[in-house]
């Protein structure tokens, strides 16, 4: 996400150079709303085995060159992930939106978070959702999921990045319960 990053800021939102252009938000443990799955998937707990996919993913997800600028290096930043580059990644907690076999959401936690200006909680370090099923209800679905299973972990929040203009995710981020983290917040 940000941070110390291979290359300038990309997770979360689009790439962006400065960390002013970022929100950081917490989500306090507390009850789910109820969420009905979307008719046309199902989330599921991602495994090593979706690395190509959520490669694609991510690398469709974003205008080209702004999270990584070749699928390869897409298909790396997902495998670097895995590998704990951005903290420990966590399973259970980063349930892919599958369509039929085809992985078309995914989101992606880690435990705690490399960055020091990010809070000490579980950390969303990516949420993407092929452009062709946005709007739909997999990223809310992807949401409630990780957010079901950091809550039945015993953990108190969870945090994430956003871009400040990205009205669409904020408003998504808010109608589930996260706020903004002031600076000093922790």
């Not at 009850?31 to 469709?60: C, H, K, M, N, W």
């Not at 903290?87 to 907690?93: F, K, Q, V």
């Amino acid at each position: 996400m940000e941070g110390l990053r291979r290359r300038p800021l990309s997770r979360g939102g689009r790439a962006l150079g400065v960390l002013d252009l970022l929100l950081t938000l917490t989500r306090p443990s507390r009850p789910l709303p109820e969420v009905i799955q979307p008719g046309e998937g199902q989330t599921r707990e991602s495994v090593p085995a979706d690395l190509d996919a959520i490669g694609r993913l991510y690398f469709g997800s974003y205008p080209p060159g702004v999270a990584c600028s070749t699928l390869e290096e897409a298909r790396e930043d997902v495998r670097f992930s895995f590998e704990g580059g951005y903290g420990e990644y966590w399973w259970e907690a980063s349930p892919v939106f599958v369509q039929g076999d085809e992985v078309v959401g995914a989101l992606m936690t880690v435990r705690r978070a490399i960055w020091n200006d990010v809070p000490d909680t579980p950390f969303i370090i990516e949420l993407m959702v092929d452009p062709a099923f946005r709007r739909r209800g997999a990223a809310r679905a992807l949401l409630v999921e990780c957010l079901r299973v950091v809550g039945e972990s015993g953990e108190q929040a969870v945090g994430l990045r956003v871009a400040a203009d990205n009205p669409a995710a904020i408003a998504l981020y808010s109608s589930l319960g996260f706020v903004e983290m002031r600076s000093g917040e922790d």
